[in-house]
Structure formats: structure tokens, C-alpha cells
């Protein structure tokens, strides 16, 4: 019996499944149908193979399906080729004989990457007749891990079909996912739009280059929004200047600087505003004796002048920290 965890969804002897006599039909299916790759989803959900609290999505294309779902956190290869194997079964039984083969994408939000399987339909008629073990079948499957970007699956995440649709797939998870906490992420869709206009004309050295460079945008403002928690979380544990106004105002920037409204200069001078409090506590120092140079530092932070407000902190940091 193969298990994933405590999964109900597939907790399932995978023999039982790919060999019973249970089939879904889906008569009107053709290959290149939005109406059939919908109904591949619809399918896959029914088959309870999925996480039902994961995105998933089907296309259909000659003689490939393509399906791409998130990789369940910590999960094997092993257990993605399974997967793979349950959710290629399940789709070539809704699919003409035309269609031989389904990829299977898994996106791992938390490694940064992806990971594919393909599943030929021979394989699965070869070894639903018993003329290929569990383990062969599995030992004759590939997976291959590419990229390093992170994302988190929400709404209707769709990416135009060609060269690098991983990739793209999850640059515009992470889109999505700024766009939940806050984000204003309108310059960020404006170039993936130009990203998929380079994938639609199927130019690869421009797309490997707008990829790159989206990518590393995302992951600056992926960290501002974290560092904009961080200092949110601070302020209501108690962190901060020690006055109310000075806490309203670190939840203030942590707002302006999720929705990237800030520098990351000001964010980061923030955290250091916080830890200095806590590092003076801890020394049983006073504070708000260095409020007249904060309120300068304050200043020049405001102006941009960000050298001159980084000496005064440093001077701060050494007095304060013994």
C-alpha cells in the first residue's frame, strides 16, 4: 500500500486504484478543449488524489495533457511519482487514444522550485494489465527538479503555453501571493505581461532574461514584506520606541512598506530602531534619553539621507549594547 502521510485524499492502495474496475467517462472530451480541461480538474478532484485545498489545472495540447499542482510540503519523489501515476490514469481515461502521455508539474512553494513527471499512457495500460510491477513502473519514471523561485497558489493562476511555463507559473504565484498581503503589484504584472508576450513569440533569450530579473525583484519585495511583519509583530509584542506614537508609527511603515510603498533603507533602519529598544531594556538603560537623536535620524531618513542616518544609529547601537 502506498500512503501519503495522513492524507485521506490518498491514503489509497495505488494498485487498487489504477487496476479497478471504477472509470470515469467523459464522452464529449477533445483534446484542446477548454470545456475537457476543465473536465480533466473535475476529474482529478473527484478521484480525491489532490489536496482539495490545492490549486490544480489542466490543458490539453496534440498529444500531451499537461497538469500542474503544488507539491505537498516535505513530500518525496516517490510519493510525486505516485501521485503522477494516479493523475495520469485518471486523465487518459477521459482522453481520445491520440493524447500518449501526461506531465505532471508540482510546484514547491517552500524549496523554490519545480518538479515534473511524465507518464506515458503504454506504461499505465502496460502495468493495469500486470505486465509491469509497482516497482518498475516506478523506476521507469524521471523527475526533474528546475528553478528557484517560491510562490504560494491562489486564485486562478494561468500562464500562457511555450517555453519555461514552470517558471512562469510560479513568478505569477508569487505575484498573486504579494497581491493577498497587500502589495500594490501593478508594475510587477505589467512586466509578466511582457514575460508571457515573450513566451507567446517564442523567444527564449529574452524570456530567460525577463524571468531573472522579475524573479529577483519578487524576492527583494517577498523580503521587505516580511521585515514589515517582523516589525508589525514587534510592535505588538511590546518593541519599539516606547512611546505610543512611536509604535503607531512602526505600524504604519510596516503597512506603507507591505504595500511597497517604502524604501527598504527605511525598513531596515526600522528593525534596527526595534532592536535597539530591546537591546537597551536588556541593559537597563533609558531609552528615551536618545529621543532627540531618533527624532534627527527620523529626519534624515524622511530626506534620504541615509549614510548620515546610519552613523547616528551606529553610534546608538554601540552605546546601547553594553
Same mark, same amino acid.
Given at each position: 500500500?502506498?500512503?501519503?502521510?495522513?492524507?485521506?485524499?490518498?491514503?489509497?492502495?495505488?494498485?487498487?486504484?489504477?487496476?479497478?474496475?471504477?472509470?470515469?467517462?467523459?464522452?464529449?472530451? *477533445?483534446?484542446?478543449?477548454? =470545456?475537457?480541461d476543465q473536465a480533466i480538474v473535475d476529474l482529478i478532484r473527484h478521484a480525491k488524489i489532490i489536496n482539495p485545498a490545492y490549486k490544480l489545472t489542466a490543458s490539453v495540447s496534440g498529444e500531451e495533457a499537461l497538469v500542474t499542482t503544488q507539491r505537498k510540503p516535505k513530500a518525496t519523489?516517490?510519493?510525486?511519482?505516485?501521485?503522477?501515476? $494516479?493523475?495520469?490514469?485518471?486523465?487518459?481515461?477521459?482522453?481520445?487514444?491520440?493524447?500518449?502521455?501526461?506531465?505532471?508539474?508540482?510546484?514547491?512553494?517552500?524549496?523554490?522550485?519545480?518538479?515534473?513527471?511524465?507518464?506515458?499512457?503504454?506504461?499505465?495500460? &502496460?502495468f493495469g494489465s500486470g505486465g509491469l510491477t509497482e516497482?518498475?513502473?516506478?523506476?521507469? $519514471?524521471?523527475?526533474?527538479?528546475?528553478?528557484?523561485?517560491?510562490a504560494t497558489s491562489s486564485g486562478s493562476t494561468s500562464v500562457q503555453a511555450g517555453p519555461a511555463q514552470a517558471d512562469r507559473l510560479l513568478l505569477l504565484g508569487r505575484i498573486e501571493n504579494l497581491k493577498k498581503q497587500g502589495t500594490n503589484v501593478n508594475a510587477y504584472m505589467a512586466y509578466f505581461n511582457q514575460i508571457e508576450e515573450a513566451a507567446k513569440a517564442g523567444d527564449e533569450k529574452s524570456l530567460t532574461t525577463k524571468i531573472a530579473y522579475l524573479r529577483e525583484h519578487l524576492t527583494d519585495q517577498e523580503k521587505m514584506v516580511k521585515q514589515a511583519h517582523a516589525i508589525s509583530k514587534g510592535v505588538h509584542s511590546g518593541m519599539g520606541t516606547g512611546t505610543g506614537t512611536g509604535s503607531s508609527a512602526f505600524e504604519q511603515m510596516a503597512r506603507q512598506f507591505s504595500a511597497g510603498n517604502l524604501p527598504k533603507e527605511q525598513v531596515d533602519m526600522a528593525m534596527r530602531e526595534a532592536a535597539l529598544s530591546s537591546t537597551a531594556t536588556a541593559h *537597563?538603560?533609558?531609552?528615551?534619553? =536618545?529621543?532627540?537623536?531618533?527624532?534627527?535620524? #527620523?529626519?534624515?531618513?524622511? =530626506?534620504?539621507?541615509?549614510?548620515?542616518?546610519?552613523?547616528?544609529?551606529?553610534? &546608538?547601537?554601540?552605546?546601547?549594547? #553594553?
Open positions: 500500500m502506498f500512503k501519503f502521510g495522513k492524507l485521506k485524499w490518498i491514503a489509497v492502495p495505488l494498485l487498487t486504484l489504477v487496476i479497478s474496475n471504477i472509470s470515469f467517462c467523459c464522452p464529449s472530451a *477533445n483534446a484542446g478543449d477548454a =470545456a475537457t519523489d516517490a510519493e510525486c511519482k505516485i501521485q503522477s501515476v $494516479l493523475i495520469a490514469k485518471t486523465a487518459f481515461e477521459a482522453l481520445p487514444e491520440s493524447v500518449q502521455r501526461v506531465t505532471v508539474i508540482f510546484l514547491d512553494y517552500d524549496a523554490d522550485a519545480s518538479s515534473s513527471v511524465i507518464v506515458k499512457r503504454a506504461e499505465v495500460k &502496460l516497482k518498475d513502473l516506478l523506476s521507469s $519514471l524521471v523527475i526533474a527538479t528546475t528553478g528557484a523561485t517560491s *537597563n538603560k533609558d531609552i528615551r534619553l =536618545a529621543q532627540p537623536r531618533l527624532n534627527q535620524l #527620523h529626519e534624515l531618513m524622511n =530626506a534620504k539621507r541615509f549614510s548620515e542616518a546610519n552613523k547616528i544609529m551606529t553610534e &546608538l547601537e554601540a552605546e546601547y549594547s #553594553h
